[in-house]
């Protein structure tokens, strides 16, 4: 069974949807490891480690979450950890364009961006196809190494 860390990053205290997040993601057969809320980025790299997670997944909805990710990628690359990195919920205060926050968290190195209208089965497809992605990947990178 596939783990995924899900949390709620920095001050914001908003629980529902982390929540409903777990019980979806519980339902298409991950094993989840819900932080619950106010989270440090410290301690999704440290659960990640912990459980030997193959994805971390980030919600926001008091909008700052651009100060709460600031340098959080870099965490992940010093910890060496090679996980899939997803955030959504209502990213930015005042946010006129979401393709404008999307643009602003690929930059801060996530895989996925998600606004708070977001059908948790979509996130829920993309994490499907963006880990059996990375297995395809990993698998021929074994056998290139088995053959050498």
Do not use: W
Not at 2 to 8: D, K, P, Q, S
Not at 64 to 72: K, L, N, R, S, V
């Amino acid at each position: 069974m596939r783990t995924v860390i899900l949390g709620v990053i920095g001050s914001d205290a908003h629980v529902v949807g982390i929540t409903i997040l777990e019980r979806a993601f519980e339902a298409a057969g991950f094993n989840v490891v819900n932080l619950g809320v106010q989270s440090s980025q410290s301690e999704f790299i440290d659960a990640a480690d912990e459980h030997d997670a193959e994805a971390i997944l980030v919600s926001s909805l008091y909008g700052h979450a651009e100060q709460d990710c600031q340098g959080f990628q870099q965490q992940i690359n010093e910890a060496g950890l090679d996980v899939t990195t997803y955030i959504g919920g209502n990213l930015a205060v005042g946010q006129d364009s979401f393709e404008e926050t999307r643009e602003t968290f690929k930059a801060l190195g996530f895989d996925r961006v998600f606004n708070s209208e977001t059908d948790p089965e979509e996130a829920i497809e993309a994490l499907k196809a963006d880990l059996g992605h990375r297995s395809r990947e990993e698998a021929s990178s074994e056998k290139v190494q088995l053959g050498s």
